[in-house]
């Protein structure tokens, strides 16, 4: 990587963009992709002004634009280029192989541990290589000696090889935005498929997971199955050495610790309090997702009003489930158990003038957000297993006048920081209807000891800081390895 500065470019290679497009009435729309990826990237983009602030000379953002090759235009991929983005255009059946089927049926319920939802089909796996191959020939001719490529998540784990290959003079560095599951759990994979994926990631200099139980995990992987020697920190991968470590992905603190003093968000929280007439709310926002516990969330929710009647008509649930994956069988049955749950807990024990859940499925606004994160009195975040969870830590930042509780999952990556959260297991009902009461009841000198403890925490591991680190590990790993090389 050149020192001096100034020419550095740095390209970050995604399967999703920070924006998503969408067709609607034969228009083109632009809008914020969701996701804990797209929000991380994208908030330490903007708070280091387009790579401005590091010297970089450019940053270019390579990726899907959500639509089906077929509906993207010309004039679509100017507007994108023009915002440094762009595109590898996915076909109909590379969307439904490659997106739906490795990445979304194979991949990610395996590395989140859920077995059953687990799909190993061998066409899956033929479009998954062809569609990483087909990423690196969009990337390739953006990347000169030098330059810094940074690859993120599932979806493109043999791609860092690749590139290492055609441009040994490159950087590469590769972030999992997942949890990587024990190593017994990856052996289910097929061991030609676990292998090339293993190797595949091994092509970077650096490999970045979020925790250091994921770090141990992969290692045990890559000593198992590939017989390579793996310790403290790195892999010897024959001549070459690849480093290995945690750096847990954040949130701009400042955006969500000044929320409430923005204009717009001011009158919207004075709007929902009037309107929510001294009810506390319990809240919680996802992408629907198997992963992220809903149906465990309610039937809690619901084991805390019978178990604690006197807050029947004095607390809601208010639960915001954002649109995702829409494609996949899983997901749509997920939904339809989510409507049944939610439609019979609201009929079983609400009454006229009271809802205990309030549901709401589609994507809200920041402002919106924003306004809910200050309104909530607690943040119901049990999902069964997750990488990190950004959610956890934008309530957290949001809570400035010092008041709220966060229930977070021990299964969730944040839970190895935000130790004052009150811990949870998301299969323990009685344990997590437990912790609701209390939530509810806890004295607020507590709320604020609590909050103020985990904002410090967030404040000094924020985005900036999980990104600057891992670049800075990625030069020095580079440098490393060039050195190695030397004759
Ligand atoms: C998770 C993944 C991201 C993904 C996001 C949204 O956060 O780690 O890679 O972009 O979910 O999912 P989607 O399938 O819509 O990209």
Request: glycine share 8%.
């Amino acid at each position: 990587m050149r020192s001096s500065g100034g020419n550095v470019k740095l390209v970050i290679v995604s399967n999703r963009l920070p924006v998503s497009v969408v067709q609607r009435d034969g228009a083109y729309e632009i809008r914020e992709a969701v996701g804990g990826l797209a929000t991380a990237v994208r908030s330490f983009l903007r708070a280091v002004e387009g790579g401005k602030a590091l010297g970089l000379s450019e940053v270019v953002w390579v990726g899907w634009s959500g639509l089906r090759a077929e509906a993207e235009t010309e004039e679509v991929r100017g507007r994108l280029r023009e915002m440094g983005l762009v595109t590898v255009p996915l076909a109909g059946e590379e969307v439904n192989l490659f997106y739906e089927g490795f990445c979304n049926s194979t991949l990610w319920p395996l590395f989140h541990g859920l077995i059953v939802y687990t799909v190993f089909e061998g066409r899956f796996w033929d479009a998954y290589v062809r569609v990483n191959q087909k990423f690196a020939e969009v990337v390739l001719p953006l990347v000169e000696p030098g330059d810094i490529v940074w690859v993120h998540d599932y979806h493109l784990m043999l791609l860092p090889a690749i590139i290492r290959d055609a441009a040994p003079d490159a950087a590469v560095g590769f972030f999992l935005h997942i949890p990587f599951p024990p190593a017994e759990v990856f052996q289910l994979m097929p061991p030609p498929w676990r292998s090339a994926i293993l190797d595949g990631v091994l092509g970077a200099d650096l490999v970045g997971f979020h925790v250091h139980e994921y770090v141990n995990n992969f290692l045990r992987s890559v000593a198992k199955f590939l017989g390579y020697k793996a310790e403290a920190g790195a892999v010897y991968a024959g001549r070459r050495k690849v480093k290995v470590g945690a750096f847990p992905i954040s949130i701009d603190f400042d955006f969500f610790y000044n929320s409430s003093l923005r204009e717009d968000v001011a009158a919207m929280i004075k709007e929902f309090r009037q309107r929510l007439r001294g009810l506390k709310i319990v809240f919680s926002i996802d992408r629907l997702d198997y992963t992220k516990g809903n149906l465990n969330r309610l039937r809690a929710w619901e084991r805390f009003l019978k178990e604690n009647p006197e807050w029947r008509g004095k607390a809601t649930f208010i639960m915001v489930v954002t649109p995702s994956r829409t494609g996949v069988p899983q997901y749509e049955a997920m939904k339809r158990e989510i409507e049944r749950e939610v439609g019979r807990i609201n009929g079983e024990l609400g009454e006229v003038d009271w809802t205990p859940v309030v549901y709401i499925y589609r994507f809200i606004p920041t402002p919106t957000l924003l306004a809910l994160y200050n309104v909530a009195d607690v943040a119901l975040i049990t999902p069964l297993r997750d990488g990190m969870n950004l959610v956890a830590k934008e309530y957290v930042a949001s809570r400035r006048n010092c008041t709220g509780v966060l229930i977070l999952s021990e299964t969730a990556g944040a839970a190895h920081e935000l130790l004052q959260a009150l811990i949870v297991n998301p299969n323990d009902e009685g344990g997590v209807a437990a912790a609701i009461k209390r939530a509810l009841t806890m004295s607020e000198e507590e709320q604020c000891r609590r909050i103020e403890a985990m904002q410090e925490r967030i404040r000094q591991h924020d985005v900036v800081r999980w990104a600057v680190d891992f670049i800075h590990a990625l030069a020095e790993a580079h440098l490393e390895a060039q050195e190695a090389a030397q004759p």
